[in-house]
């Protein structure tokens, strides 16, 4: 069992010809509503790895905030700690995609802002979980709470900084696992992370602060991971990349699963590279996420 705290956005798509300039009015090709949000992401990557979910997270009063809550059930994952807050929108996200495929993306937090712990009922959740896992797009006042509760409740975390801020120092010996992509490891450990040998020094770099095992991300050139024994590099399959849009969330859920039913760290990381590998094939977060037995047929790098 898994424990997600994150955030549940609606990504209202548009596909566009171009972007429009200030004071252009433009014709654009589409629009689809489509399941998203890291949390909500996160939540689906461990759900189709075959996981049992736990989330937490805040919607709206509205028709999105139900659309989004009935996605997530129709995943199996358990929405009874989604809470429901009245006076905000589901949180937003107004994503222009051009002939290009170059993306344009404005996020409304909306109801996410609202997120707000329940220690007494986090605990509970957290007792005999394999993870929380969480990431930065919910209150940070909040995710450090979070972090404290798990250690509480002898739970491992797993955080995705993103969308990058800094992180609190005294939190670096309450994660267990710390995923990052190339950008968010040159931040935090303020050293390029562009290649191979440059991420798994930015990662020792953060796992020396007090992290056991830090994996970077690398986009096409796979991820390297980094843990006590060292750090080693994991080539990607080579995929026809339509949209990226929740690899990074594909690869964190697919991850955690491996992880919690008692996969090595090389084992995990190679499954999440291949989860991720197809969840790049195909348009949109939620949609793009791939099933478990997808992924196992799916060759290795
Ligand atoms: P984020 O989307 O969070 O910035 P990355 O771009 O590093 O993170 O992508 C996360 C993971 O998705 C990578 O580690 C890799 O396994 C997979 N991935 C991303 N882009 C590609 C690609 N073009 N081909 C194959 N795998 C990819």
Known sequence: RIVVLGSLNMDIVLRVPHAPDA????????????PGGKGGNQAVGCARQGARVQLVGCVGDDAHGRALRDALAGDGIDTAAVRVVPDAPTGTA????????QNRIVVIAGANAQLEIDEAALATQLAGAAFLVTQFET??????????????????????????QPVDDAWWPLIDTLVVNEVEARMLAGLP????????????????????????????QGAVA???????????????????????????????????????????????????????TQPGAQPSIPQRDAVLRHTSP
């Open 226 to 280: 980094v843990d006590a024994t060292g750090a080693r590099h994991h080539g990607a399959p080579v995929v026809k990349a339509v949209d990226t849009t929740a690899a990074g969330d594909t690869f964190l859920g697919a991850l955690a699963v491996a992880l919690g039913s008692g996969n090595g760290f090389d084992a995990a990381v190679g499954l999440g590279i291949r989860a991720a590998a197809l969840c790049v």
């Open 139 to 164: 209150p940070l006042a909040q995710v450090g709470r979070a972090l404290q509760v798990a250690q509480r409740s002898a739970c491992k975390v797993m955080l995705n900084p993103s969308p990058m």
């Open 23 to 34: 004071g252009e009015t433009l014709q654009g090709r589409s629009i689809t509503n489509v």
């Open 193 to 220: 992370a562009d290649t191979p040998t440059e991420a798994a020094a930015a990662g020792q770099a953060l796992r020396a602060r007090g992290v056991a095992r830090v994996v970077v991300t690398l986009g096409a």
């Open 94 to 101: 107004l994503v222009m995609v051009d002939d290009a495929a």
